[in-house]
């Protein structure tokens, strides 16, 4: 990770620490654990309470640890209908997605990074201004509509088949990792670009594969604005929208002081599953996150060099 | 005479010029026909609703379609301009990102000089690894687990609240307490994630400068001051452009999700608003016509911030 010169040390050497310095670092590191402590209670406690009784999350007896251990929200979770077509459906949407985002990102960056493509400025022009300008969602909406892609599957995947931000980090990688001579070298040996880019350029571009696979990946996962828009059918809801049917609605219900039976029922069961279900949704995400740190980083990093 | 020379080596010339694109072109045809699905996509999805966004000067009718409805100029821009809740949305809009804009930016900036100083390398490591974790959660988890916090009946905070011995607050349902749930929760999400970029440019400073600095007697604190805040001021000019162009544009799905009948005199924005008559009432015209006013000023806002950004610390985006 990015450290400065081996965490400074040198203070002891030079031994000028003042009694400033002191409380400086008291302060700091209180602060620090402070924060530390601000952003993880909420994560700690969400794992807790999703192994509670209900009754004692009501009650505010769940502060730290699991009170009443059950696994009854778990298992609601696991048998309910809902949850599980919609747990299926986005992990197919997330797959094909993420699929079709990068064989689509690395088509449009690699000729972008060939600086003896004809025209690609001018390619690269249009396709940044549409980072800047769009139609909006009425005219979207209306041309998706015409071409039949409402409640078809193809209707999360390729309206948003590309990210133009994903492109310029990746066209930023070609052009500043992969060696040109090496490219040239392969076209005077008579390869086609194709070529080049299966054989040379791409088994050397893993890292930013990885990037480009996790921000495509955790961006499917968690997606809800285009399945609301363009998905009607229940069946083929994905995860999020359930979410949002269990934890949201009904939670603004009971802020609206709803007196309805069949109501408070639904606010039970939801009581019940709401903070299992978030475990599960998230979980995916989270057990890759040790790994997904390092690549996160990375691809900011990149980010920040260009755009 | 002397015309048609120069007239023939003009033609030549282009001659030339057009034979060294047809040759670019035939050498990497493999190339156009690799980048031409993506052409593709940019066309359909994204140039045809901009073609499409003519729509906001007609009156939309079903079976005659985007292209055959009849034109009715400005009809309604004006409609929006002169409706009672014109203002409310632009100053929720902006009162909304502006609010957050105040408490973000400055977030993750303290949060990577606090790790940057941390004489402990693995609490720093440590807050590291927690604060970027939950940039991956969901909207939807997080405005869940905002509004199980803030239940009035079950919600942590109300059970402080109530053993303070006050009434509990309905947070969620009241207007007041938008912008402040909205931005807050933002930070907690992003803070981590923000300092990633700072992290990054703290990483660069040489530090000889800080022995220099220290020889001379430097206090810890004033070589934050004066060394490494001045270091991180390109790359926070730049994000602050970045936001400040994108003041009218606040993120649809958060707004959204903690958005309810109670709370809407003060969460209702532009772009919730066109979902609302677009999508609900299916108004398309009018929606795509406030929609259209959103972009337009977001762009317009956006060019003249990084023009006078760049006028005034010669750091711009393009």
Request: proline residues 4%.
């Amino acid at each position: 990770m990015v450290t400065r010169g081996g965490d400074f040390d040198m203070g002891r050497t030079y031994s000028n620490h003042t009694k400033g310095d002191y409380i400086f670092d008291i302060v700091n590191t209180t602060l620090l654990i402070l924060v530390l402590l601000i952003v993880l209670y909420p994560l700690i406690f969400v794992v807790s309470a999703s192994f509670s009784d209900p009754l004692e999350i009501l009650d505010g007896k769940v502060w730290l640890l699991p009170k009443g251990f059950t696994l009854e929200g778990y298992k609601r979770v696991f048998s309910n209908n809902d949850i599980m077509t919609g747990y299926k459906n986005t992990i197919i949407y997330t797959l094909l997605g993420t699929f079709v985002n990068l064989v689509m990102t690395i088509a449009g960056a690699y000729p972008l990074s060939r600086k003896d493509f004809y025209g690609r400025n001018i390619i690269m022009l249009l396709f940044t201004f549409t980072m800047f300008f769009s139609g909006g969602l009425i005219p979207t909406y209306l041309i998706i509509r015409k071409l039949n892609m409402v409640n078809k599957i193809w209707v999360l995947v390729l309206p948003g088949a590309v990210s133009m931000y994903n492109l310029i980090i990746t066209k930023t990688f070609f052009q500043s990792t992969i060696p040109l001579e090496l490219q040239e070298a392969a076209v005077i040996d008579g390869c086609s670009n194709i070529k080049i880019l299966l054989k040379i350029v791409l088994p050397l571009s893993i890292p930013i594969i990885a990037v480009m696979t996790i921000f495509y990946g955790v961006a499917h996962w968690n997606a809800f604005f285009d399945a609301l828009i363009y998905i009607t059918d229940r069946k083929k809801f994905p995860l999020q929208l359930i979410l949002r049917e269990i934890l949201i609605q009904n939670q603004m219900d009971e802020m609206m002081n709803s007196d309805i039976e069949n109501l408070a029922q639904q606010m039970m069961m939801a009581e019940v599953i709401k903070y299992a279900v978030v475990i599960v949704a998230s979980v995916p995400v989270l057990m890759l996150y040790p790994f997904l740190q390092k690549y996160f980083v990375k691809g900011v990093m990149i980010g920040a060099i260009k755009g | 005479m002397r015309t048609l020379i120069s007239n023939n080596t003009a033609s030549v010339r282009l001659n030339r010029k057009k034979n060294k694109a047809l040759k670019a072109f035939s050498r990497n045809y493999d190339l156009y026909l690799l980048i031409l699905p993506v052409i593709l996509y940019f066309a359909i999805f994204k140039y045809w609703p901009m073609y499409g966004v003519q729509i906001a000067f007609k009156d939309f009718i079903a079976t005659r379609g985007i292209w055959g409805s009849p034109w009715v100029g400005i009809k309604h821009f004006s409609r929006f301009y002169n409706s009672y809740y014109f203002w409310d949305l632009i100053f929720n809009t902006l009162g909304i990102s502006l609010y957050s804009l105040a408490l973000g930016f400055p977030a993750p900036i303290l949060l990577a000089l606090m790790m940057n100083e941390s004489r402990s390398k693995s609490l720093k490591k440590i807050v590291q690894t927690v604060t970027y974790a939950p940039h991956f959660l969901s909207t939807v988890v997080i405005v869940s687990v905002l509004v199980a916090f803030l239940s009035p009946r079950s919600g942590l905070i109300n059970q402080i609240i109530k053993l303070l011995g006050r009434d509990p607050i309905y947070f969620m349902a009241e207007p007041k307490w938008f912008k402040t749930l909205y931005a807050l929760s933002g930070i907690w999400q992003n803070a981590g994630w923000g300092s990633i970029i700072y992290m990054a440019a703290l990483a660069g400073i040489d530090t000889e400068i800080y022995e220099a600095a220290m020889v001379d007697g430097a206090s810890k604190f004033k070589r934050l001051i004066y060394i490494t805040l001045p270091f991180l001021m390109p790359t926070a000019v730049t994000l602050l452009i970045l936001n400040a162009g994108s003041l009218m544009n606040v993120g649809f799905e958060k707004v959204f999700l903690m958005q309810n009948e109670r709370n809407l005199e003060s969460s209702d924005v532009i772009s919730t608003f066109v979902y609302r008559s677009g999508m609900i009432s299916a108004e398309y015209s009018f929606s795509a016509a406030v929609g259209l006013f959103n972009s337009i000023i977001n762009f317009i806002l956006l060019i003249s911030v990084n023009k006078t950004s760049k006028k005034l610390t010669e750091t711009s985006l393009w």
